[in-house]
Nanobody
Framework: QVQLVESGGGLVQPGGSLRLSCAAS????????MNWYRQAPGKERELVAT????????NYADVVKGRFTISRDNAKNTVSLQMNNLKPDDTAVYYC?????????WGKGTLVTVSS
């Protein structure tokens, strides 16, 4: 079955950096675009970044453009999110996601807290 396991979250000061990783299994990784979402306290889950199967196409939410970079390693079945110049508004649980046949698959998430 599909498994997505996020890691790399933590507490960071404003202006700092974190790198999130997602280890994927249970499906043919190279066949799927991969997504990072986040959900802040009291807010709806929002799409942060997307990467195509061969990394040719990436897309970002406007609020993270220029600060976040999504990447993937198809040999290791991992997708990463490099987050730089973090802001308090980036505080959220970050989730790895794939969509298959109309179904969303999610990991359990990793918490990122940006605070001084």
């Amino acid at each position: 079955q599909v498994q997505l396991v996020e890691s790399g979250g933590g507490l960071v000061q404003p202006g700092g950096s974190l790198r999130l990783s997602c280890a994927a299994s249970g499906f043919t990784f190279i066949n799927y675009p991969m997504n990072w979402y986040r959900q802040a306290p009291g807010k709806e889950r929002e799409l942060v970044a997307t990467i195509s199967q061969t990394s040719w196409i990436t897309n970002y939410a406007d609020v993270v453009k220029g600060r976040f970079t999504i990447s993937r390693d198809n040999a290791k079945n991992t997708v990463s999110l490099q987050m730089n110049n973090l802001k308090p508004d980036d505080t959220a649980v970050y989730y790895c996601n794939i969509k298959s046949n109309g179904v969303d698959y999610w990991g359990k998430g990793t918490l990122v807290t940006v605070s001084s």
